[in-house]
């Protein structure tokens, strides 16, 4: 690695299962005390009494190694017996809270029923699970993404997995966003003077990532950055890698290309360079143009190892980027 990337800090901005993997990779490649996952918490929900943070959850079952590789979410060697009672009893089973993951819902929403903040919580999760790179939601107050589908308001969740994504997008809305006030890491990444680059993962524009962007301040403070930005695109020819992005696309409107993704950023200016996948090598130009740095490589993340090759990849991406902010 050269340049500042070696020795700076970096901010990565996560959504659920996609932002998880290269989290696991930057995690690796730049060190645990340099590194700070802003996790989105527009997905968060109320459920069976509890409070679940589904990205949160993502990235610190993937950073401690006990995710499901083939779920995506959720625990790896996970048991279902609450969920088989739960149904037994007439309950709401849609949403699947394993046995292991409940620990983590039950006591998350114990220690927030005490008063503890959500950021606090996380912090203690990660130090018990042995997570060494600092995790943290985007705000400690409550954000909900509704999605607004031709056949009425969602809430995310009752869209993602209850509905199956079926219905199609009209639009989003973060509730209770305007008064949302960053979390503490999120901001102190954001003001550090050694932060060197700032990767959007491979996640949702529009539900994972734009909730973070969304935040009171955020786009001003990106907008006056050294750092640069740099997002590894979640369409890889034409097909999202994982949930619903190439759909909702489609529903909006938008043509379902890294290069919809680069505009979608890039007229916000809040992209510096976009890390796209070899089956998009034909966009390169057409992003460029946007002026917009392009990297194309292998982005699509199956082994640790290309996990570890993505993150060192962006971080030196981002190295030779210039800002002028
Ligand atoms: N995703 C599903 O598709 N089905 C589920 O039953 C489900 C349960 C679940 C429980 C805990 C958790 O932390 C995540 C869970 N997810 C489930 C994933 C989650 O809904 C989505 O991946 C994210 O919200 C999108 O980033």
């Known amino acids: 690695m050269t340049g500042g990337a070696a020795t700076g800090r970096v901010l990565a901005l996560s959504g659920g299962v996609g932002g998880a993997k290269l989290a696991v990779g ?16 527009g997905d968060d929900f109320e459920h069976l009494g509890l409070h679940i943070s589904p990205d949160l959850d993502s990235v610190m079952y993937a950073l401690a190694d006990k995710s499901d590789a083939e779920r995506g979410w959720g625990r790896a060697d996970e048991g279902w017996r609450f969920m088989e009672a739960l149904g037994e009893l007439g309950g709401e089973d849609w949403f699947r809270l394993g046995d292991r993951d409940l620990a983590t819902h039950v006591e998350r929403s114990r220690r927030l029923g005490m008063g503890e903040a959500l950021t606090e919580i996380t912090e203690e999760l ?3 699970l042995g997570i060494l790179p600092r995790v943290a939601p985007m705000t400690n107050d409550p954000v909900r993404t509704v999605v607004v589908t031709e056949s009425g308001e969602l809430a995310f ?10 219905p199609a997008v009209r639009g989003f809305r973060f509730d209770g966003i305007a008064t949302a006030r960053p979390s503490a890491p999120f901001s102190e990444a954001l003001d550090d003077p050694a932060l060197t680059a700032i990767i959007i993962c491979p996640s949702n524009p529009f539900v ?3 909730p973070i962007f969304a935040l009171p301040g955020i786009e001003q403070r990106l907008g006056g950055r050294r750092a640069p930005i740099v997002a590894v695109s979640p369409i890889v020819g034409g097909q999202a890698l994982k949930g619903p992005a190439a759909k909702m696309m489609a529903e909006l409107g938008m043509p ?4 919809e993704v680069a505009r979608y950023y890039a007229g916000r200016r809040l992209l510096d360079g976009l ?9 390169e130009t057409a992003i460029r143009d946007l002026g917009v740095a392009v990297l194309v490589t292998q ?17 030196v991406f981002a190295a030779g980027l210039e800002t002028t902010p």
């Open 26 to 41: 930057l995690a690796r490649v730049v060190g645990a005390e340099r590194l700070t996952v802003v996790c989105n918490t």
């Open 126 to 128: 990660c130090r018990a």
């Open 157 to 166: 969740q009752h869209y993602f997995v209850r509905d199956r994504c079926v």
């Open 208 to 210: 994972s990532v734009d």
């Open 256 to 259: 379902q290309t890294a290069l």
């Open 275 to 283: 890390v796209i996948d070899h089956l998009d090598a034909g966009l």
């Open 299 to 315: 982005t699509v993340m199956t082994s640790v190892e290309d996990k570890t090759t993505l993150a060192t990849e962006c971080l």
